[in-house]
């Protein structure tokens, strides 16, 4: 079975990432016990990532390089905000582990639209925040391996993403 639209596929895969100045750094690993089940097809992961693994079959190998500009983004200082500190309190109280350095939380915009923002410092202005995703402004090389493609379930394509291994939620 080759991984196309409306199947299943599970890879394993190491990423790393340029930023074009430090050379190539590990970013993740996904191992082949534990891998990265998505459904083709649906956004769910970058273009260019399934346009590596179109038409391959378990147990073929892809290695793909992708530009910060197919990738995430550049980098966007526009996305650094101060927010204040009283916008953070829970029932009038200051919510200090809420605030910490590192701490990424969800937010949502005027728009309504979920963001997620890392906060890099916290001082009297308020709460300094970076909303670019965490790999903006970085090339991408992935290497990998297919570990299996299955066909997704009709309620997977319903939903528009992987439910993991066999198809079903486990809560």
């Given at each position: ?6 199947k299943v ?85 200051k919510n ?10 969800p937010m ?64």
């Amino acid at each position: 079975m080759k991984a196309d639209k409306d199947k299943v596929v599970a890879v394993a895969y190491t990423l790393k990432v340029d930023d074009g100045e430090s050379g190539q750094e590990l970013f993740e690993t996904v191992s082949e016990d534990q891998p990265f089940y998505f459904l083709f097809g649906y956004q769910n992961v970058l273009p260019k990532f399934e346009e590596a693994i179109l038409g391959k079959e378990s147990g073929d190998t892809f290695s793909v390089a992708i530009d910060f500009e197919n990738g995430y983004g550049d980098y966007d200082d526009s996305k650094k905000v101060i927010i204040p500190k009283a916008n953070f309190k829970e029932e009038g109280k200051k919510n200090k582990d809420l605030l910490r350095v590192g701490r990424v939380i969800p937010m949502q915009d005027d728009k309504g639209n979920q963001m997620r923002g890392e906060i890099t410092k916290v001082d009297y202005m308020g709460v300094h925040m970076d909303f670019n995703p965490p790999l903006a402004g970085y090339d991408l090389f992935f290497e990998g391996k297919i570990i299996s493609v299955r066909d997704a379930e009709p309620v997977e394509i319903e939903h528009g993403h992987a439910h993991g291994p066999d198809g079903h939620h486990h809560h």
